[in-house]
């Protein structure tokens, strides 16, 4: 039986990437060109230099994609592109890209949500049946509790009301003092650090709430670092690093507390069997750990992404187009960038 082969483009933030796969599973190539030092300096992505970047890098991602899956514009079914959310200098740049193969080739364009393809992320490589499932994707940019019965029928069931888990990650390591992207980061101090030796309060809000909130969270370490209401000097240059540790290890430890309960929480109330992570944030070695430890106390099946998908890529991107594909859901050229995650 022939395979449907999708090219999937994106560009939502800092992250050109290219991908081809089959079937919605099997990736046959997958690129990534990452400006994590272009930012570095900034402490965050900059959209304006993100944008150019993008230009950049876009053909050489796509034409290394081309030549390491070996398959020829006349063997595609079909070309996807995240058209929302994100940052819309970036979006524009894979959007239009998609629009011009799409028209070149003669092929359906296929306009994908960003954060339902981390979704999509968990079965790439795999053919297991995943659903259905109570999933988290929780990255830099977001962190939102899905019911999905289907890749297609996805329903919110909360999200962050401030800061995304991965954004709050980015702030605290930019307090400590650590290198920019700030999740690998702490992850690494906390590696030495005691997970106890601060209590940061985990705000879970109103009871049986499903939404999130990590603003107080960061705050919190904020004004430990520098004083009530910041009246104090910034301790950090005097810190040891044992020190520095410890907050690391504290902070990421009432993170992932947070969102385990609220996974668990989310799972019960849909007596729910499967849980799915996924988003860069999903790449946390202790969120790992420790979901998978709590999903086997309650007897739940954990699907996570694999590391090198959780992190923004086009693979996740062709992947949930191949099921937009069979549903028949494709754009016309038309499509432009969408800022709000609601529009697809």
Known sequence: MKKTIILGLESSCDETAAAIVADGWEVLSSVIA???KIHEKYGGVVPEIAARAHIENLLPV???AL???GVTAGQMD??????CPGLTPSLIIAVTAAKTLAWAWSK????V???HSHLQAVMLDTDQDCFPAVALVVSGGHTSLYSCRHPLELKLLGSTRDDAAGEAFDKVAMILKLPYPGGPSIEKAARTGNPKAFHFTRSYLEKDSLDFSFSGLKTAVL????GQNMLGEDRVPQMTAQEIADI???FQAAVVDVLIRKILLAARRLQAKTILLGGGVAANSALREQLQTACDREHLKLIVAEKKYCTDNAAMVAGLAWHKLQAGLTADLYLGPHASHADL
């Open 113 to 115: 949500n960003h954060i």
């Open 223 to 226: 004004y430990h670092c520098r």
């Open 34 to 36: 990452s400006q994590g």
């Open 108 to 111: 359906p364009l296929i306009a």
């Open 78 to 83: 079909a070309v996807a592109v995240a058209a």
């Open 67 to 69: 030549d390491r899956s």
């Open 62 to 64: 796509l034409h290394e």
């Open 248 to 250: 690391a290890a504290s």
